[in-house]
């Protein structure tokens, strides 16, 4: 794609001056997979933290974003898609009634100005991962009214399972968008294998939506706030 030439790379002071109040918001980020400069946007787009975000909370939010979508997934409604009525079990590749009542759904929607990596929220290990292909469509949840997770429910996604040491399961549900070229994960990331609290899960090349359901509620953020990667859910 043009963000993968070099010359977008002259693209990023731009973007930053225009997006951020802090002239300064690069440097806390690196560039990826060990480059010692930004050889393109996409590389800016998939920027690492130079230092990983720290929290003692127990559970940690995987991503930034507008959340634009919550509830008890008993009380959570289902979406139309193309004339077919989908459960929220749909979203996460999941028989319907398999979702614990109890859990609560979270929707964020991930601007091109936000970080793109998806974080762990809970120590645990991973006890399902899924590949759903689907549909592209636009993610940008004020395009759909009283039913922003529309695109959730049919769009290509990966849905990963972290079973907590609890043994209760967070349902994590990773959502391509128009102009998504891949929904990537790292190597550590593999059926069965422990993972840390805010290591990393998955990275987008452009374009995305994370959803959630987890056996504990949102503590500190409302609908329409924004979240941040590492803090406390």
Not at 22 to 40: I, R, S, T, V
Not at 158 to 182: F, K
Not at 186 to 212: D, N, R, W
């Amino acid at each position: 794609t043009i963000y993968d030439q070099p010359y977008s790379r002259k693209w990023i002071n731009p973007y930053i001056r225009y997006y951020y109040s802090d002239k300064n918001y690069l440097n806390g980020f690196k560039p990826p997979h060990g480059k010692a400069d930004y050889e393109c946007f996409q590389d800016f787009f998939i920027r690492e933290f130079k230092h990983p975000p720290e929290n003692s909370s127990e559970f940690v939010w995987p991503c930034e974003g507008l959340l634009c979508d919550l509830g008890p997934v008993e009380r959570t409604h289902s979406s139309s898609v193309k004339g077919d009525l989908r459960h929220l079990d749909t979203i996460f590749g999941l028989p319907q009634g398999t979702l614990p009542e109890s859990h609560y759904f979270t929707n964020v929607f991930l601007h091109n100005k936000n970080y793109h990596r998806i974080h762990a929220p809970v120590n645990g290990t991973i006890s399902r991962i899924q590949h759903i292909p689907g549909d592209l469509v636009v993610l940008r949840p004020w395009i759909y009214g009283c039913d922003p997770s529309l695109p959730a429910f049919r769009n290509e996604r990966i849905n990963i399972d972290i079973e907590d040491e609890l043994g209760r399961t967070w349902y994590v549900s990773i959502v391509g968008g128009p102009a998504v070229g891949t929904i990537e994960l790292p190597s550590h990331v593999g059926l069965g294998q422990p993972i840390e609290k805010l290591q990393e899960l998955a990275l987008f090349y452009l374009g995305s939506t994370c959803c959630m359901a987890a056996p504990s509620p949102p503590r500190f953020h409302e609908k329409n706030t924004f979240v941040e990667v590492g803090a406390s859910y």
